[in-house]
């Protein structure tokens, strides 16, 4: 049974650094890409970066470029989100997805983890 399990949010003061984790197992391939996606109470669910397997492209969200990394781990179906800079506007819930296919901040075929919060304070 395939699952997907995110890690490593909390609370941390604007200026700060927070990483994500996030595994996603049960699978007998390589997921083609893995994404994470905020929502803040009240807004709809913003994508925030996603990364390929197959050559490591990524895609970051605007709100987001120069701040954080996505990254993965080249064996595993693994990958992480290091957060610098962190802002107020950062707090949210953050969810993984494994996806077969993702574009901007939409992703295809998602199987969705739990949610990990993070929460800025100023």
């Known amino acids: 049974q395939v699952h997907v399990e995110e890690s490593g949010g909390g609370s941390v003061q604007a200026g700060g650094s927070l990483r994500l984790s996030c595994a996603a197992s049960g699978y007998t391939y390589r997921v083609n890409c893995m994404a994470w996606f905020r929502q803040a109470p009240g807004k709809e669910r913003e994508g925030v970066a996603h990364?390929?397997?197959?050559?490591?492209?990524?895609y970051y969200a605007d709100s987001v470029k120069g701040r954080f990394t996505i990254s993965q781990d080249n064996v595993e179906n693994s990958v992480y989100l290091q957060m610098n800079s962190l802002k107020p506007e950062d707090t949210a819930m953050y969810y993984c997805?494994?996806?077969?296919?993702?574009?901007?901040?939409?992703?295809?075929?998602?199987?969705w983890g739990q949610g990990t919060q993070v929460t800025v304070s100023t």
């Open positions: 990364i390929y397997s197959s050559d490591n492209n990524t």
């Open positions: 997805a494994t996806g077969s296919y993702c574009f901007g901040s939409s992703i295809i075929g998602a199987l």
